[in-house]
């Protein structure tokens, strides 16, 4: 069976959270793009364990504290978090099951979940989409094409993105910056889209709630 290959890589997000390889920076991608998320941190505490009578240590990957006060989102538990690559799971010695236990006894003990996430928890289409619209997500929506957008939208139950953009714009010069304020606003959830495939202009939007 083939196992795919991870690389082992080093590398820092912008919010100085470090990775080891691939599958972890994919991973905290998502994290970043999770409107849900409040905060996140990697190599968050150091457990100890008994392994045949000695004292071992291990540290989790990441720890997550979900949003807690919005209206939008329902309440989510603290994650503390391992990632692993599938075939590393499914093959799992007698180590890695020492560690994980004493995880998630730890979690448990301080009301959270723990977990073990691999590639099959992060979804390729979804990730491509996140990597695009993280580069607008910190923006702040220019007037008045953010409100043109919006305007207009609210007149269809759905309708493509280049429908959209065509509608409200006739002046093809601007269209670029219209196009750009309609990636902030569904970067930041004002914008419904579905993320889970691949995202085009042939992709349907819609009109999401203040």
């Known amino acids: ?52 009578g000695k004292t071992r240590t291990y540290t989790p990957d990441i720890f997550v504290e979900y949003r807690s006060n919005s209206i939008h989102f329902k309440p989510r538990i603290s994650e503390l978090i391992e990632i692993k ?12 099951i020492l560690r994980h236990n004493a995880a998630r006894e730890y979690a448990e003990s301080s009301g959270w979940i723990f977990r073990v996430v691999t590639e099959d928890d992060i979804p390729v289409e979804f990730l491509e989409n996140a990597k695009f619209l993280l580069r607008y997500i ?11 957008l919006l305007e207009n939208l609210r007149q269809f139950e759905e309708i493509s993105i280049s429908a959209l953009i065509r509608l409200s714009l006739e002046d093809e010069q601007n269209r670029a910056q219209l196009l750009t304020e309609l990636w902030t606003l569904i970067s930041q959830n004002k914008i419904g889209v579905d993320l889970q495939k691949n995202l085009t202009m042939s992709s349907m939007v819609w009109s999401l709630p203040i």
Do not use: H, N, W
């Not at 690559?85 to 890695?96: G, L, W």
């Not at 910190?138 to 043109?148: C, K, S, V």
């Open 138 to 148: 910190g923006d702040t929506p220019l007037e008045p094409y953010a409100t043109l």
């Open 85 to 96: 690559p599938r075939a590393f799971v499914e093959m799992a010695d007698p180590d890695m």
């Open 1 to 52: 069976v083939p196992i795919k290959v991870f690389q082992g890589i080093r590398g820092v997000t912008p919010e100085g959270q470090e990775y080891e390889s691939t599958l972890e920076s994919d991973y905290m991608t998502l994290l970043r793009f999770d409107p849900e998320v409040q905060t996140y941190r990697t190599q968050p505490c150091r457990l100890s364990f008994q392994d045949r």
